[in-house]
């Protein structure tokens, strides 16, 4: 067997770890960027734990048949990148967003993606990216939790200084 043979085989091996690992995974245009945009697009995508690259679509292909996933072969086409985010399911689609929208970019182009195995269209990866993070949705459950105590306490606090009053 050629090395080249068993160099694709390991780069379809860690494509097939990437999928099994993300909540989400969006496909991407990226023809056009500057080499400034593609540097600042990746730290921001390493801050948030979101790991962006440029695959050869013929390998993701392959990876996404040896885990029998469809619906989105007709997107690997063209130069494309690909961001996997494992936090949750809105890690990656928020920050191709916001990044496209802050930079006022053309160039990037949300083509389509996956939550878990599920193809998602590009109006679906936008409406994850609306959707709020799962920490965004704890944090305001706790908000909802904490206010009617809060508000308790404070009715408390004004119950007994009218009766130190009296």
């Given at each position: 067997m050629s090395s080249n043979l068993e160099a694709k085989k390991l780069v379809v091996a860690d494509i097939v770890e990437k999928l099994k690992n993300a909540e989400s995974m969006v496909v991407v245009s990226y023809s056009g960027l500057t080499v400034e945009q593609v540097t600042a697009l990746r730290k921001q995508c390493r801050e948030s734990d979101v790991h962006y690259c440029v695959l050869k679509n013929r390998l993701v292909l392959r990876a996404l048949k040896e885990l029998n996933i469809?619906?989105?072969?007709?997107?690997?086409?063209?130069p494309?990148?690909?961001?996997?985010?494992?936090?949750?399911?809105?890690?990656a689609p928020k920050i191709i967003s916001s990044f496209i929208?802050?930079?006022?970019?053309?160039?990037?182009?949300i083509k389509g993606g996956l939550m878990g195995t599920e193809a998602m269209d590009v109006a679906a990866v936008k409406e994850l990216a609306a959707t709020p993070s799962r920490e965004e949705l704890l944090a305001t459950m706790v908000g909802c939790?904490?206010?009617?105590?809060?508000?308790?306490?404070s009715v408390l606090e004004q119950i007994a200084e009218k009766k130190e009053a009296a």
């Open positions: 469809e619906g989105i072969d007709n997107l690997l086409e063209g494309n990148a690909f961001v996997f985010g494992n936090k949750d399911v809105t890690s929208e802050k930079n006022k970019l053309t160039s990037l182009e939790l904490v206010s009617p105590v809060s508000a308790l306490v």
